[in-house]
């Protein structure tokens, strides 16, 4: 069983907030979750304690991180603020953390110097030179994203940059949010401590995605829009191979055992994790 009893989550979005009520369903663990002052308020268990501090104070984050005896710091900030989390790793290491769930929760970064990805396997880099043991979740793209990955709404296709021929990897916000409430409150730390877990709900190419949702395929240039550009840009990553939970960047390659895709979904036994089709009622 795990000794980690007490929860801090940072920020409150798309997957920090269903981890909060993941963690808080679990008996005999503390959870607070910290909001930067004047963010909109948050519907939470009533056991979990919302504590507005400004996310760049190391030492105010470390003076809340004390107060409340944290043991396990879980970052949930955004992709294109995930530089921010090094005042985080400082206030982790003032207050003593016992493990730091950095914000991954997407395409694997490990070997990825430049971009987004870059910028969070740098964190990765600094919790390791802080000696702050961590947890980095590779759960390729969130199943619920997928009609904003491929402008679905803007006519009813399936939009692919590239080919679309290479596997990505899915999983659901719940199934991810379920998983990592159960790894961190029933494995010991030995299963957790500077390991990378690689999620994977469902497999799929962009292009077999339109027979799931019963359309077709249009090949195009670049994704338009809102958040165009980023999404252009991941679709370019996931050509290549790297949407797989398993790519190695610097092998460019499969991983094989504990560092294939979805090997880690064995550590949460019994689970049935959700289908595409499932997510979406198709």
């Known amino acids: 069983m795990t000794s980690y009893k007490s929860f801090a ?22 959870v607070i979750l910290l909001s930067r002052p004047g963010s909109s308020a948050k519907t939470v268990p009533s056991s979990v304690k919302v504590v507005q501090v400004e996310f760049n104070d190391a030492a105010a984050v470390a003076a809340v991180f004390k107060e409340h005896k944290v043991d396990v710091v879980l970052s949930t900030i955004t992709t294109t603020a995930s530089a921010a989390q090094k005042s985080l790793v400082d206030a982790a290491k003032l207050a003593a953390i016992k493990l730091f769930v950095p914000s991954e929760y997407g395409l ?36 619920e994203f997928i009609p904003w990955l491929v402008d679905y709404s803007n006519g009813g296709k399936i939009k692919v940059v590239g080919k679309g021929e290479a596997p ?23 299963e957790l401590e500077d390991r990378i877990l690689r999620l994977e709900g469902e497999r799929s190419s962009l292009n077999g995605l339109a027979t ?8 195009v240039d670049s994704i338009t829009g809102d958040a165009g550009e980023f999404k252009t840009g ?13 790519w190695d960047v610097v092998k460019n390659a499969e991983g094989t055992g504990s560092n294939a895709a979805g090997s880690a979904n064995a550590l949460w036994p019994g689970h049935q994790w959700k289908s595409i089709k499932e997510v979406h009622n198709l």
């Open 9 to 30: 989550v940072i920020g409150a979005g798309t997957v920090g907030l269903p981890i909060v009520n993941a963690l808080a369903a679990t008996k005999d663990v503390s």
């Open 108 to 143: 694997p970064t490990e070997g990825h110097k430049d971009g987004p990805l870059g910028e969070k396997n740098q964190i990765a880099a600094y919790l390791k030179s802080s000696g702050i043991p961590s947890t980095r979740i590779f759960t390729g793209l969130f199943t």
């Open 168 to 190: 990505v990897s899915f999983t659901s916000v719940p199934d991810i949010a379920g998983f990592v409430g159960y790894v961190l409150t029933n494995l010991p730390p030995s």
């Open 212 to 219: 799931q949702f019963k359309t077709s395929v249009e090949h």
């Open 234 to 246: 991941l679709q370019h990553e996931m050509d290549v191979g790297a949407g797989s939970t398993g």
